[in-house]
């Protein structure tokens, strides 16, 4: 009886050590130290912007091309006046397609 005991509780600490090793080597990872406990969600925002602070980094706007309709990040978008296009070749065909329709019929 007192083997089956042993045996019982040398699982449980078993158990316990492993699960405390696993937490401490996430931590790790995810740039907090062992004891401070880490946030929830502050590994993944760590990770996302490089991990520079423990803030989550806000998603940028998108805006859409009055070209061709695809969403592009505001960063990389190519704004002409009040209109955004997701590239500078869609920049110039939209600006000769407005032109053209603009000249009068000879």
Request: aromatic share 4%.
């Given at each position: 009886m007192r083997q089956i005991l042993l045996?019982?509780?040398l699982f449980v600490v078993g158990q316990w050590f492993v699960k405390a090793l696993?937490?401490?080597q996430t931590q790790t990872r995810a740039g907090t130290q062992p004891g401070q406990g880490a946030q929830p969600g502050q590994g993944a925002a760590r990770s996302a912007n490089g991990g520079a602070s423990g803030k989550a980094a806000l998603p940028e706007p998108m805006v859409?091309?009055?070209e061709c309709g695809v969403h592009a990040p505001r960063s990389e978008?190519?704004?002409?006046?009040?209109?955004?296009?997701?590239?500078?070749?869609h920049a110039r065909a939209y600006d000769a397609r407005t032109t053209a329709q603009d000249r009068p019929a000879r």
């Open positions: 045996l019982v509780l696993r937490r401490a859409r091309c009055a978008s190519v704004n002409v006046g009040a209109r955004s296009f997701c590239s500078s070749g």
